[in-house]
């Protein structure tokens, strides 16, 4: 009986981990939809959003966060190119971080917003990933 009952548990809290990874999904698609939506007057409120992302004890949380700046950097690349030092001075500050995930997101953004803004947007990433991955 009692194997059951562990069983069981067992069995919920997978469930559980299931649920919250989908929910983690569908606000991810969420997110990335309002940022397609967003106005241009928005850009600055979501970017102090996502900066506010680095207090969160979840590196998942930091990662996403930081890879939500590069989506809103590709969907809104004049409205982001004025806030561009403060973007890059937060991945500067996020390479530090105790995760690798999350210093390598930093690095996945630094490639991003290389082949952004210094090749016109249709370029490779200029190296900017092997600088970035030379430095962690």
Not at 47 to 69: G, H, Q, T, W
Request: proline share 1%.
């Amino acid at each position: 009986m009692r194997e059951s009952s562990v069983r069981v548990s067992e069995v919920a809290t997978e469930q559980l981990e299931k649920r919250q990874s989908d929910w983690a999904f569908i606000a991810m698609e969420d997110l990335e939809k309002i940022i397609e939506a967003l106005s241009n007057d928005g850009v600055s409120t979501l970017l102090n959003c996502l900066y506010n992302a680095k207090n969160d004890p979840k590196p998942a949380v930091k990662k996403e966060s930081i890879r939500l700046l590069a989506v809103l950097c590709t969907a809104r690349t004049d409205s982001a190119a004025t806030h561009l030092t403060k973007i890059i001075a937060h991945i500067v500050k996020r390479l530090k971080d105790l995760d690798s995930q999350v210093r390598e997101a930093c690095c996945d953004i630094v490639g991003s917003l290389s082949a952004l803004y210094l090749k016109g947007g249709g370029g490779s990433d200029g190296g900017g990933i092997a600088v970035c991955q030379a430095v962690v």
